[in-house]
């Protein structure tokens, strides 16, 4: 793809993540491009290649499974009348140079640009000293940087998280103070940042470092209530184990989702909800329905949750009352839905945090044995309750 384009007579150059991650002796999990081609001039050069984005102009170029992503050098020049009140640049399609473009990113260690035509690296903001130094820093002014788009608090935490880096103290300062413009953010966009918090691999560390930024209560306001008023310490428990487990699972390239982690996060200010509709009379069952239709409400209010995950995240909640029927044929009817994985999972979680009876979760555990299931593999292969039924052939008319 450089190649290519420096072959169409433009520049082209690595940047970002990838080439910090490669100085820093990591394997990368994607490569962005840099050039001074435009979004059309990118199009017309590959045909695999589509423009997206409104505010910020993007092309797509995929190879194979693989999506390359391009975006041509920024200028420092953009409209004030393509601001908000806040400061928030809501269209940024303003073109300019190479140096120009290292101004316009984000962190010094990820204005680093690698170049084929020389096999340089090239540093237009002294972001190999801070690599070296492990230090987060804003270029230009950190408020205004974050008014312009106060994402940028978040993949600060993330960054922090995921490297280790310390965060230098002028671009640390203004984030507990300016947390709340994250809520002028798309909820579809916050949605997107959450997973790369959270299912990154570090997702424990990334929780610590949202809660002491006052960043986490503007994503999870509900959950951040909960914890702040949490009368016992299993609530931050659950979180903690349901995180630190998301951190192991990706450690051991075993897949997560989205909808275990949402329910994690969501759990405590969910049973609080259904705590009070018990009282007032309803069984557990309808009571965690109820509930979950209001938090999911206020939720998505903040953070954007796709039905693909918020379906089987309410099943993973509601399943938790069916536990309870250990007697009969209910256990054998439970032990094939299909979220009873996911849900038994839930319920380890949250015996192993004091909050559901350790009594129970060990049942469960028996019982998948005593049928010839793995509980920790959820291998279902030897589960006869399986078995088909012949159906009778259907006589022809004679």
Do not use: C
């Amino acid at each position: 793809m450089l190649y290519r384009l420096k072959k169409s007579g433009y520049q082209a150059h690595l940047v970002g993540g990838g080439v910090r991650d490669l100085l820093l002796g990591r394997e990368p999990k994607d490569f962005d491009v840099a050039t001074d081609a435009t979004p059309e001039q990118i199009k017309a050069a590959f045909g695999n290649a589509r423009i997206i984005g409104r505010r910020f102009r993007l092309v797509h170029v995929r190879f194979g499974r693989e999506v390359i992503e391009v975006a041509t050098f920024r200028s420092m020049q953009f409209q004030q009348e393509k601001q908000s009140d806040e400061g928030m640049i809501l269209r940024d399609n303003e073109f300019g140079s190479i140096e120009e473009d290292a101004m316009r990113r984000d962190f010094t260690v990820n204005a680093l640009y690698y170049n084929i035509a020389d096999f340089s690296v090239v540093d237009y903001s002294n972001g190999m000293e801070d690599l070296e130094s492990g230090l987060l820093r804003l270029l230009g002014d950190p408020e205004t940087r974050y008014r312009e788009d106060p994402v940028r608090m978040l993949r600060a935490a993330r960054f922090a998280a995921k490297l280790g880096f310390n965060i230098e103290a002028s671009t640390e300062e203004p984030i507990t103070r300016l947390a709340h413009l994250l809520g002028d953010v798309p909820s579809a966009r916050l949605y997107e940042e959450v997973l790369k918090l959270f299912i990154s691999g570090y997702a424990v560390s990334a929780f610590e470092k949202l809660r002491h930024y006052n960043l986490f209560a503007q994503l999870f306001p509900q959950t951040e209530e909960a914890l702040t008023h949490e009368e016992h310490e299993f609530p931050l428990v659950l979180v903690h184990k349901g995180l630190e487990n998301t951190d192991k699972r990706l450690a051991q390239d075993k897949p997560v989702t989205p909808a275990f982690l949402f329910a994690v996060l969501l759990w405590e200010p969910l049973r609080r909800i259904a705590r009070e509709l018990e009282a007032d009379g309803l069984p557990f069952y309808q009571a965690l329905q109820q509930a979950g239709d209001v938090v999911i409400g206020r939720q998505v209010q903040q953070v954007a949750i796709p039905r693909r995950f918020s379906t089987p995240m309410r099943e993973i909640w509601t399943l938790q009352a069916r536990f309870h029927n250990t007697k009969g044929q209910r256990p054998h009817r439970l032990l094939v839905h299909p979220r009873f994985r996911a849900a038994y999972d839930f319920l380890l979680l949250r015996a192993e945090s004091g909050e559901a009876d350790p009594e129970l979760a060990a049942w469960w555990t028996s019982f998948q044995e005593q049928q010839g299931l793995d509980p920790k593999g959820g291998s279902r292969a030897a589960d006869s309750s399986k078995r088909r039924r012949r159906r009778p052939r259907k006589r022809q008319a004679q």
